[in-house]
Structures are given as C-alpha cells and as structure tokens.
C-alpha cells in the first residue's frame, strides 16, 4: 500500500513496525487432509484442504519460496521456546496407533 509517496507494508504479527517486511511461512502436506486432531480442535480436513485450494487459486503459491525440511533438522530445534514441554512430547511421540493415549 503507498501512502504519502511511502511504502508500508503491513506487519503481519500487529506489532507496532509497520514497515518492517514480515516472512509468513505456510505448510501443507496432503496427510493433514485425512487427521481430525479431536472434535473440538479448530483444525478440520476440510478446513485444510480448503485452505489449500484457496492459496493455489489465488496464486499465492508462486508467490512462494517452496522449501524442503530436512527430518535431521527438525530434530535439532528446539520446539520448547516456543511450546509447552508436554505439547512437544505430544508431537514427537503421537501416531495413529497411540492416539488415545493422548486425548486430554
């Protein structure tokens, strides 16, 4: 957006820098398309996949740099700043045959 001859670009996270440009990741992998985490969690297949479908139409993809992650990386960062050390756990531990395990 320019006004008064100035470009603003809008920060992403509300914070007071408005001309500070933001980087917004977005991840996506067909498997949360068929996971419903529980009835009450916010994050539907549908929802997804819509999502998805959206960010594709728009063309907001290619606007995008695609990157790849490395598992071996994942495993170096430290989730915890940012996390509970439950939740982290969680993710770390869950799969479909231990789920139940997980529901509180």
Do not use: W
């Amino acid at each position: 957006m320019t006004e008064f001859g100035q470009t603003i670009t809008a920060d992403v996270l509300g914070g007071g820098n408005a001309t500070r440009k933001s980087r917004v990741s977005y991840y996506f992998d067909e498997d949360f398309t068929t996971y419903e985490v529980s009835d009450k969690h916010p994050m539907k297949p549908f929802r997804v996949k819509m999502t998805d479908t959206l960010v594709k139409c728009y063309g907001m993809d290619k606007k995008m740099e695609n990157m790849k992650v490395d598992e071996d990386f994942i495993e170096q960062v430290d989730l915890t700043k940012f996390h509970s050390d439950d939740y982290v756990d969680c993710l770390r531990n869950i799969s479909l045959a231990n789920k139940d395990d997980y529901l509180d």
